[in-house]
């Protein structure tokens, strides 16, 4: 455990204190209910003193750091700088959501989908779906959002990932420019988005972009969302239904 804690890519790249001290708390009554196993001292420290110094307060913001692992050996690694709140500066984009996990677990176990291709994702947020998709072998992937500060920690996380930090781009992109989301069409082969469908007044101008992208019979799009909304789903759907692409 102490290899894990104490490792040069945990100090580096640390998730909230507020996390370390739930991890431990569950980690030392784990290990007090197996009598042949004994505590580590400079562990034990290390969690009072945490534990005395920090607000576990579910209010408590701030961004920190959080590691995803793509395979089962932990050797294939995503770095993402993420809010603790749902809502900070006025956007919820600035973590990652369930659909934007199921989306990358989706590409973790069907590769091929997007090996040597070229993938667009809309409402990035803060990347974990695109950023897969190019550890997982797409030629390249455009991450697009609108907001300022999304696409402020879009870009970090990009810095952050250097085994893939030249296979993505990262652009401000409004779904109502379909002048410049038909720009986009042309070098996309896969669309890509993750609880983008949070809102029935966004499901309109999301379906004029992907009708500006998906342009040929060759490209394809994969949309995860949260049944939250029953009426905002059935207007996606019926929306997405009234066109056909030849």
């Given at each position: 455990?102490?290899?894990?804690?104490?490792?040069?890519?945990?100090?580096?790249?640390?998730?909230?204190?507020?996390?370390?001290?739930?991890?431990?708390?569950?980690?030392?009554?784990?290990?007090?209910?197996?009598?042949?196993?004994?505590?580590?001292?400079?562990?034990?420290?290390?969690?009072?003193?945490?534990?005395?110094?920090?607000?576990?307060?579910?209010?408590?913001?701030?961004?920190?750091?959080?590691?995803?692992?793509?395979?089962?050996?932990?050797?294939?690694?995503?770095?993402?700088?993420?809010?603790?709140?749902?809502?900070?500066?006025?956007?919820?984009?600035?973590?990652?959501?369930?659909?934007?996990?199921?989306?990358?677990?989706?590409?973790?176990?069907?590769?091929?989908?997007?090996?040597?291709?070229?993938?667009?994702?809309?409402?990035?947020?803060?990347?974990?779906?695109?950023?897969?998709?190019?550890?997982?072998?797409?030629?390249s992937v455009l991450c697009t959002d609108v907001?300022?500060?999304?696409?402020?920690?879009?870009?970090?996380?990009?810095?952050?990932?250097?085994?893939?930090?030249?296979?993505?781009?990262?652009?401000?992109?409004?779904?109502?420019?379909?002048?410049?989301?038909?720009?986009?069409?042309?070098?996309?082969?896969?669309?890509?988005?993750?609880?983008?469908?949070y809102d029935p007044t966004i499901v309109p101008?999301?379906?004029?972009?992907?009708?500006?992208?998906?342009?040929?019979?060759?490209?394809?799009?994969?949309?995860?969302?949260a049944f939250r909304n029953p009426e905002t789903?059935?207007?996606?759907?019926?929306?997405?239904?009234?066109?056909?692409?030849?």
């Amino acid at each position: 455990m102490k290899t894990i804690i104490f490792h040069e890519n945990t100090i580096a790249h640390s998730p909230s204190n507020r996390y370390i001290v739930q991890f431990l708390r569950k980690y030392v009554e784990k290990i007090e209910s197996v009598p042949e196993y004994e505590l580590d001292d400079e562990m034990i420290e290390f969690y009072v003193s945490l534990s005395a110094t920090t607000n576990m307060s579910p209010m408590g913001g701030g961004v920190c750091f959080k590691t995803y692992t793509l395979d089962k050996e932990q050797y294939t690694r995503i770095v993402l700088q993420e809010e603790q709140l749902t809502i900070s500066n006025g956007t919820t984009g600035l973590l990652t959501w369930e659909a934007g996990l199921f989306l990358s677990d989706f590409f973790v176990e069907h590769p091929d989908i997007i090996r040597g291709k070229n993938v667009i994702e809309l409402g990035s947020g803060c990347g974990l779906a695109g950023f897969t998709c190019a550890t997982m072998g797409a030629a390249s992937v455009l991450c697009t959002d609108v907001n300022g500060n999304v696409l402020h920690i879009l870009e970090e996380n990009r810095k952050i990932n250097p085994s893939i930090v030249d296979k993505i781009r990262v652009a401000e992109l409004d779904w109502e420019d379909t002048s410049e989301c038909a720009r986009l069409s042309k070098d996309v082969d896969v669309i890509i988005g993750s609880d983008i469908l949070y809102d029935p007044t966004i499901v309109p101008p999301l379906v004029g972009a992907l009708k500006a992208i998906l342009v040929s019979s060759q490209q394809v799009a994969y949309i995860t969302a949260a049944f939250r909304n029953p009426e905002t789903f059935a207007l996606f759907l019926r929306l997405i239904g009234r066109f056909v692409i030849i």
